[in-house]
């Protein structure tokens, strides 16, 4: 469905979704900057919010384009933003609590059936060049899981060590890039970006299980800390 471009002041909050950790200070910012705009999803209750977006609708906000996207699995109306700008062409993507380095969020308030485009059809289909900027630093401990998932995987291992120095000198694992999510983060590796047999074995289901049954198993999996 068509819907306009809004054009919005330079002040602005993109809020990924409601939760205290991503929105809790959303009412101290408004009361120090008059005016400002604080964007956040039509369906989730975002402290603070002055402008409801729903999937697909695309601001301004200075010279960079952000498209909304709704990727609900971890909050109903959690929003990814997809940002391009408009001199340089730069991508990048803003994944809140749904994609995190090697990992994704748990279902709060969804399942797998809500998680799946959310990860495949929402960001797992922007172009592999766009920067991917999660919204906690849980790289370490997403690839220690993929490793026992897939340890014959040379991407996760490259990656998890890669990521454990990174750390153990105080330097932080974001971003990474769609391309490289889709090399080394096992829930993306449960069918439709190439099916991983590996993923779908640690699940304890057959290679053609239907992707979204593996991907709720890997997520059930991780929460029970296999």
Partial sequence: MYRPLLVCPVSVVLTTHKHWDHAGGNAALAAEIPGLTVVGGA????????????????????????????????????????CTHASSGAKHVFTGDVMFIGGCGKFFEGSAVEMHPSLYEQIGSLPDETLLWPGHEYTVSNLAFASRVAPANAAIAAKYAWAQEQRARGAVTVPSSVGGEKAHNVFLRCGCLGSDPEVAAFCGLKPDAPSVDVLGMLRGLKDQGK
Wanted: charged share 20%; proline share 2%; glycine share 12%.
């Fill in 43 to 82: 369906v989730d209750e975002v402290e603070a919010c002055t402008m409801h977006v729903v999937d697909g609708q695309t601001l301004t906000v200075g010279g960079i384009e952000v498209k909304c996207l709704l990727t609900p699995g971890h909050t109903k109306g959690h929003i990814t933003y997809y």
